[in-house]
């Protein structure tokens, strides 16, 4: 089955045309591509018209389009074929999401009425999360705080969790529903992720991406007073959204958010890069301690993601915390070059160390004909 994957972001569109064969190992990426929305002062329909132009010319009508939606609220529980009430839905989920969902439901009509015919398929980033106990997703503040917000975790990276989850899965031998591991996504915006029987049970990112780790440019946890005391102080909601969201991170702690730099220069005892990888690192290791008591003793530790994928560093650090709960690392194989899945622990270790390539839109276009293309059910078989 071809299938257009479309990953509307803040600033840009990514899309990939993609051969998804049953039997096939692996995908052929026939055609691949990206715009920025403000690309010669377009509107973004304008914009979404003149990729569909494109995609055509390059890869042919596509047999099915796969949408990936950052939000998808409490009523989005799996992958869920496109209708004009689905795109409605999403768009209402907008105030959650405000600067990804607008974006997605755009792209959904733009594809209604340029391929009237064919099957549209939403992938949500939250649905892998919708298993969350309610010990672990209920905040603890009243229920009824607001009328038009439903204050909870909701959690989010699930498509790249769900794909790794997988692929460690078939590396381990074991069936995925037995799985029982902590998934580090670690790129510019950063997650962890407990997994139980194959299934979440806990995540870091909570109502919004905000919460939880240190990431390039946004703060994670931090005491809500915090927030309430920069207004009173006189700052603006949007300056403190600004400033949590875009100015804090590993931008704060360390000038750059780029973990190639942010590692040269600790390298070179710069003591603000060194802070920097501390502080993140020491901040994920404390939530792989606590998921691995979440998930009753985790299989494996599984880094994916920009950085989990490639900082030697990143890596090596976060692990050098975990000594006290057996998990270790093997040096180097820390090292051994970025391809394909490698085993990264120490024979001693307590729990396997896992780096798995993120790669979202085979896993978007893997759910879309899973859902649209009954015979190519890849991980039923
Ligand atoms: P996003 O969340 O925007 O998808 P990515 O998953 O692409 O982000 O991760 C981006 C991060 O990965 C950046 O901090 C970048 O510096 C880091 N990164 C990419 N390649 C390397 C590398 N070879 N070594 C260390 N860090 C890397």
């Not at 990936?68 to 209402?92: E, L, N």
């Not at 439903?150 to 692929?167: E, L, N, P």
């Not at 309430?228 to 969201?245: C, I, M, Y």
Request: overall charge negative.
């Amino acid at each position: 089955m071809r299938v257009l994957v479309l990953n509307p972001g803040s600033s840009s569109l990514k899309y990939q045309v993609r051969e998804t064969n049953a039997g096939l190992v692996g995908q052929a990426v026939i055609a691949s591509g990206q715009v920025e929305w403000t690309d010669h002062g377009r509107d973004r329909l304008t914009a979404l018209s003149a990729v569909l132009r494109e995609v055509a010319g390059r890869a042919g009508q596509p047999d099915a389009i796969g949408h990936r939606v950052v939000h998808g609220g409490r009523q989005f529980d799996a992958p869920t074929v496109v209708t004009p009430d689905v795109i409605k839905a999403v768009r209402a989920l907008s105030p959650l999401a405000p600067l990804h969902n607008p974006a997605s439901a755009d792209s959904m009509e733009a594809c209604a009425r340029h391929w009237p015919g064919i099957a549209q398929a939403a992938v949500f980033d939250t649905s892998f999360h919708s298993s969350i106990p309610d010990f672990a997703f209920r905040y603890a503040v009243p229920e009824d705080a607001h009328p038009d917000v439903a204050v909870r975790r909701y959690g989010f990276h699930g498509i790249s969790v769900a794909q790794a989850c997988r692929d460690s899965a078939d590396f381990l031998d074991c069936k995925p529903e037995n799985l029982a591991a902590v998934v580090a996504h670690i790129g510019n915006g950063a997650s962890v992720t407990a997994v139980k029987q194959g299934r979440s049970v806990d995540t870091s990112m909570g109502m919004t991406p905000l919460e939880g780790l240190v990431m390039g440019t946004r703060s994670g946890d931090l005491d809500p007073s915090v927030v309430l005391l920069l207004e009173r102080a006189g700052a603006s909601a949007d300056e403190v959204d600004d400033l949590l969201n875009h100015r804090s991170g590993l931008k704060a702690l360390a000038g750059t958010q780029d973990m190639r730099q942010i590692e040269k220069a600790a390298a070179g005892g710069d003591p603000n890069a060194v802070l920097a990888l501390r502080v993140a690192t020491y901040r994920l290791a404390k939530y792989i301690a606590a998921y691995s008591m979440a998930v009753g003793g985790a299989d494996a530790l599984v880094f994916t993601g920009g950085i989990g994928e490639n900082s030697v560093t990143f890596r090596s650090w976060t692990v050098a915390w975990l000594g006290p709960i057996g998990i270790e690392l093997h040096e180097g194989r820390n090292h051994l070059p970025p391809e394909g899945i490698r085993d990264i622990g120490a024979k001693s270790s307590r729990a396997r160390v896992l780096v798995v390539p993120s790669d979202e839109e085979r896993a978007i276009a893997e759910s879309t004909a899973a859902l649209l293309g009954g015979a190519e059910r890849k991980w039923d078989t």
